[in-house]
């Protein structure tokens, strides 16, 4: 059982607007998903999955939610009108990354015993094909359009740029110590790699392929969003209960926010106001404004929030 505290079991909201998007939080302790309506800060309902999920995608148009759950070696796709199992498949103990394209067909799940990224039919789960990568990959990010997505390959200390159709790989990047979670720019840009080892971000340049820049930032930084107008990255720091907050022109930390207790999932909402935050140990989604960079909001959640991908509905 993570540590609770009593106050944040309510939602409280603290400041600003009534504006939000439809959350989808994986708890990896009490193996459900939580569903939110950030504007309204209030539950809507939580739904039972499969064990220990970690990992989830939902698909941009919203017919489709994907759950990676290790602790059943299990991918879920979840109906997000009713929140009911749909579908289900043993893939390995390895399933933590997930992504999805932009209507759902497909699913990309990073392997991380098996060290491949597999296809995964979005109705029926069947996997359709793999690409062979380095060791231990983590965080999966397809980039706008849905053919190219960037695996971070942990163990490799490298980011692989892979080809959807063609299943190869197009790139290899070297970035810094255990690259986890990727956020990636509404223009598709530039990418930011959060590296847990080396504290630090690692920015990449996706058309030149290269690692242009690096920004330290937090203790154990786990996973990257990036505002819809490219403006700010903002890491959470698994360790330092914290988010850097990354001017993207200057790649300098402009403001480190306390939001929780081991944050780890992060999104941000398409309207562009705020970042949300799962905070592992404190059963919390925080809601950031990222107008002033202070928590606008603390939402809560089921047991052990990951929130690990992809999980804003619009």
Request: charged share 20%.
């Amino acid at each position: 059982m993570r540590r609770v505290f009593p106050a944040l079991l309510a939602a409280v909201l603290l400041a600003g607007p009534a504006a939000g998007a439809e959350a989808w939080v994986t708890n990896q302790g009490d193996s459900s998903v939580t569903r939110l309506d950030t504007a309204a800060g209030k539950v809507l309902a939580t739904h039972p999955v499969c064990r220990e999920p970690a990992g989830i995608a939902v698909a941009p148009a919203g017919g489709r939610v994907f759950v990676t759950c290790p602790g059943s070696g299990e991918v879920a796709r979840l109906d997000p009108s009713t929140g009911s199992l749909a579908a289900r498949v043993a893939v390995g103990q390895g399933a933590v990354g997930i992504d999805t394209d932009p209507d759902g067909r497909r699913a990309y799940v990073a392997d991380w015993y098996g060290n491949r990224l597999l296809v995964l039919d979005g109705d029926t789960l069947a996997t359709l094909g793999s690409v062979p990568l380095g060791p231990v990959p983590a965080g999966v990010t397809l980039l706008p359009g849905g053919r190219q997505a960037l695996v971070a390959v942990r163990d490799a200390d490298q980011v692989a740029l892979v080809d959807l159709e063609s299943l190869s790989v197009a790139a290899t990047i070297p970035v810094g110590r255990h690259p986890f979670g990727i956020g990636v720019d509404p223009e598709a840009r530039r990418a930011y790699v959060a590296n847990v080892e080396s504290d630090d971000l690692s920015v990449i340049d996706l058309e030149r392929r290269v690692e242009v820049g690096r920004v330290k930032v937090g203790s154990h930084p786990y996973a990257a969003a990036v505002t819809p107008d490219g403006a700010k990255a903002y890491v959470t720091n698994q360790q330092g209960n914290s988010l850097s907050v990354v001017d993207t022109a200057t790649l300098s930390v402009t403001a480190t926010i306390p939001v929780g207790e081991y944050p780890e999932g992060i999104a941000a909402d398409p309207a562009g106001d705020r970042v949300y935050v799962a905070c592992w140990f404190d059963n919390i989604l925080a809601v950031v404004d990222t107008g002033n960079d202070s928590v606008a909001a603390r939402l809560p959640t089921g047991d052990g929030p990951r929130a690990f991908g992809r999980f804003l509905i619009p």
